[in-house]
């Protein structure tokens, strides 16, 4: 069985960056995409980005566009989520997550049937 799992979580100051990484170990990506979602305190699930599998298109929910980035490496088996200009709001287990079908009109609605254990990110004021 395939298993995602998830590193690089930490706590960071207001301003800084940070980079996810998800493994998938058991088998490739193949045709799944991969996205990442987050969830704080207290708060719902959230779709954060989402990268395709045939042409590497990204999709980002809008507060974070302009800030993160998802991207992987096939090769390696491995997404990645950099994110720079780091919020105090950003603070969220963020989990990394494979979607087929994939849906680029509807990111989040995909069928994410696929989940990582979460990494934890802290941003401090």
């Known amino acids: 069985q395939v298993q995602l799992v998830e590193s690089g979580g930490g706590l960071v100051q207001a301003g800084g960056s940070l980079r996810l990484s998800c493994a998938a170990s058991?088998?490739?990506?193949?045709?799944?995409?991969m996205g990442w979602f987050r969830q704080a305190p207290g708060q719902e699930r959230e779709f954060v980005a989402a990268?395709?599998?045939?042409?590497?298109?990204?999709y980002y929910a809008d507060s974070v566009k302009g800030r993160f980035t998802i991207s992987r490496d096939n090769a390696k088996n491995t997404v990645y989520l950099q994110m720079h200009s780091l919020k105090p709001g950003d603070t969220a287990v963020y989990y990394c997550?494979?979607?087929?079908?994939?849906?680029?009109?509807?990111?989040?609605?995909?069928?994410?049937?696929?989940w990582g254990q979460g990494t934890q990110v802290a941003v401090s004021s």
């Open positions: 058991g088998r490739t990506f193949g045709t799944h995409a």
């Open positions: 997550a494979a979607a087929s079908p994939f849906f680029p009109g509807s990111p989040g609605g995909s069928n994410w049937h696929l």
């Open positions: 990268i395709s599998w045939s042409l590497g298109s990204t």
